[in-house]
């Protein structure tokens, strides 16, 4: 079983596990097989036919093997012609745009090609979903004419084909973002196709082994040696079909060519640096940082809680006001955490996340490198916290400590965040300031997924950039004048209204132009889902002032925009709730997570967590926590429920593609990080 535990059940891809051999069934019948000793041999097997005779009661094995080699050669046969088809595609777009001045499909591509449906309107939808088909009508005119097709659109079109297709003011602009999404979908198909690679090399040595097995455990010896084991099989022409294989490694061999070609003047080693997955080298100091920090962090909170069950909160300066720092940084920090435990669980999945939120597939950060930051950021919050709590109480054997002043430590954890923010990780750092710039542009633009979700994340960080305006406020006015004490927060209370609002103000916002784009009426019904929010804000200021009155209509608010947001969760993001699944009801019929249990966990633990707010009504709550404390935990929670919705969501969209936001629906799952000369090593 060590190619099962070590190769196989590793190899497996969540979305394509349907289609792999079930290896274990198979090697479970071969078990019940019954041996076939030298004497009766000559009554079963039939030498001069390679065949089984068949008068002899059919194996039970064999016939499931049948099965299953036919399930492996539609699969393997519909999804290579089918990435044939777009590689077609992406190669006339290079060349209609002058990437490349012509290409000539090899002898075997070329007589698949000619076996391919490629109807007239099939291609031409297809054609318009790839690079390039994000341009204005006139130019999508002249390369279904490149086709040799016909258009129905006039020459005074002037709308986009694709409605939530970015432009750029300048030629050249459109041009390099075309040729640079041209780029991308070159990356992802060859790691599309190096995965098909992978499945079907995984499977075949499979064949081969059960086959090797079912030889040796019931035909105890006697089959010939010099006679291929395949010839067992009555449908042996399928058996580990080599001309697919060559197929494959064909179709991924011109696509490595034309990329070189066409982005890198023919250059194959630079081409092949860029799409060979390049696997991060220092996980392994990663991983080292992330246990050595998390310890030391570990140790100095301890100290933390010490040192709050020993002195009073007034014994340190401007307590509240200087915690709204560490909060601020914290709940970032958590966030991290979080993104990490995301990123975690859709690579062991093997969920696409890198194709679905449109990032670098060579730049992105993997897991380790996440929790590695997110550990030495703890650390430097903590040391910091303490820092500030032994330089305000003056700790004795700490005398350079409390040296300091005390709004150097928190003014410090300030600096250590930005100057982090603007060196390290400098592509990531564009990723996310192209998608902010994206979320504020919206009405004009239009919006991609990847905007969507960042806007999402935003809506529950709204405590955070409340207090991200308090904290610029308080550092550099408040902290340094004893007479300005106060001044701060009496500014916030005018605007944390406003602020709280951006969020849902952005993502209301990117429903109606998504409407606007697509005239599809359930984004108004999104958009209400945000526009209610309106009301829980308005109702929680106003409540500072008219209470009684003010207190029921928020609490009426809330409550409908917490059930409105619910139960948009379970059944649009995460399309949950559907009555006609068998065996899963209230699921959905395409699952990647294995457990049906963590999906109805998540539809309980998303409604609780959902009515944290319920925790500020609680007299006796507010008397035992401060609010203060008691805010910052519905600000946790919040951060948690949202990054359990990430995981749901982000599954639902590379399965479903609800919004129709890419535009390929082709599912596939993330490339793997096993090379495929393991199958070698057992």
């Given amino acids: 079983m060590r190619f099962y535990e070590h190769v196989f059940k590793p190899s497996i891809k969540s979305l394509w596990r349907p289609y792999y051999l079930k290896y274990q069934t198979l090697v479970n019948l071969i078990d019940k097989e019954p041996t076939i000793d030298a004497d009766t041999f000559d009554e079963v097997y039939v030498p001069e036919a390679g065949l089984i005779n068949s008068s002899f009661p059919r194996s039970k094995f064999l016939e499931e093997l049948d099965r299953e080699i036919v399930k492996l050669d539609t699969f393997t046969n519909r999804e290579t012609k089918a990435l044939l088809l777009r590689f077609e595609l992406l190669v006339r777009s290079c060349v209609l745009r002058d990437v490349v001045k012509s290409y000539t499909f090899s002898e075997t591509l070329s007589s698949l090609l000619a076996d391919v449906n490629t109807e007239n309107d099939l291609l031409v939808t297809s054609y318009s979903n790839f690079p390039g088909s994000r341009t204005k009508v006139k130019k999508a005119r002249l390369e279904a004419e490149f086709l040799g097709y016909q258009s129905n659109h006039s020459d005074e079109e002037t709308q986009e084909i694709n409605p939530s297709a970015r432009y750029h003011d300048t030629e050249d602009e459109d041009k390099n973002r075309e040729l640079e999404q041209l780029r991308f979908e070159f990356l992802d198909l060859h790691r599309l196709m190096s995965d098909m690679e992978q499945f079907y090399i995984v499977n075949s040595e499979a064949i081969m082994r059960l086959l090797h097995k079912f030889n040796r455990t019931t035909l105890e010896g006697t089959y010939p040696k010099d006679r291929p084991l395949h010839q067992m099989l009555r449908n042996s022409d399928i058996v580990v079909e080599m001309q697919q294989h060559q197929i494959i490694t064909t179709l991924l061999r011109e696509i490595e060519r034309m990329f070189a070609l066409g982005f890198f003047n023919g250059d194959n080693d630079l081409a092949m640096q860029q799409l060979r997955s390049k696997l991060r080298l220092n996980i392994s100091r990663a991983i080292f940082i992330f246990g050595f920090a998390s310890g030391i962090s570990l140790g100095i909170m301890f100290f933390l809680v010490y040192v709050l069950a020993a002195y009073d909160f007034q014994s340190f300066p401007l307590f509240s ?135 999402d994340q935003l809506v529950s960080m709204a405590i955070v950039l409340t207090d991200l305006e308090y904290v610029i406020c308080f550092m550099c006015w408040e902290a340094w004048t004893p007479a300005a004490i106060g001044q701060c927060k009496s500014t916030a209370t005018y605007l944390t209204p406003f602020i709280s609002a951006l969020p849902v103000t952005f993502r209301a916002v990117q429903c109606f132009r998504r409407y606007y784009d697509t005239k599809q009426k359930p984004n108004l019904v999104n958009a209400g889902k945000y526009c209610s929010t309106y009301l829980v804000i308005m109702f929680s200021t106003l409540r500072l002032e008219f209470t009684k009155v003010a207190l029921v209509l928020w609490i009426c608010s809330i409550t409908f925009t917490t059930l409105y947001a619910y139960c948009w969760d379970v059944r649009m993001d995460w399309g949950l709730m559907n009555k006609d699944v068998p065996g899963a009801p209230f699921l959905r019929k395409q699952r990647v997570y294995q457990h049906k249990w963590v999906y109805y966990f998540a539809i309980m633990i998303d409604l609780a967590l959902r009515c944290a707010w319920t925790l500020t009504l609680s007299r006796s709550m507010l008397e035992l926590i401060s609010p203060l404390t008691l805010s910052t935990t519905v600000a946790v929670l919040e951060i948690f429920r949202r990054s359990m919705w990430n995981v749901f969501r982000v599954e639902n969209e590379q399965l479903v593609n609800v919004d129709r936001y890419r535009d390929i629906n082709l599912i596939h799952a993330a490339p793997s990080s096993r090379p495929a000369s393991k199958i070698e090593q057992i």
């Fill in 321 to 455: 006001s200087t915690i709204t720092v560490y909060r601020m940084t914290g709940l970032l920090i958590f966030m991290l955490w979080c993104w990490g435990v995301n990123i975690y669980i859709w690579t062991k999945t093997n969920i696409n996340y890198i194709f679905v939120l449109d990032l670098d597939p060579r730049g992105h950060i993997r897991f380790q490198h996440i929790f590695e930051a997110a550990s030495v950021f703890t650390l430097v919050w903590t040391l910091s916290l303490s820092g500030y709590f032994v330089s305000s109480i003056k700790l004795e054997g700490f005398a350079g400590i409390s040296a300091i002043p005390w709004q150097t430590y928190p003014l410090s954890l300030l600096a250590v965040f930005s100057l982090v923010f603007i060196i390290f990780q400098i592509r990531t750092r564009f990723w996310l300031i192209r998608t902010l710039r994206n979320v504020v542009i919206t009405p004009f633009l239009g919006s991609t997924f990847r905007d969507v979700f960042l806007a």
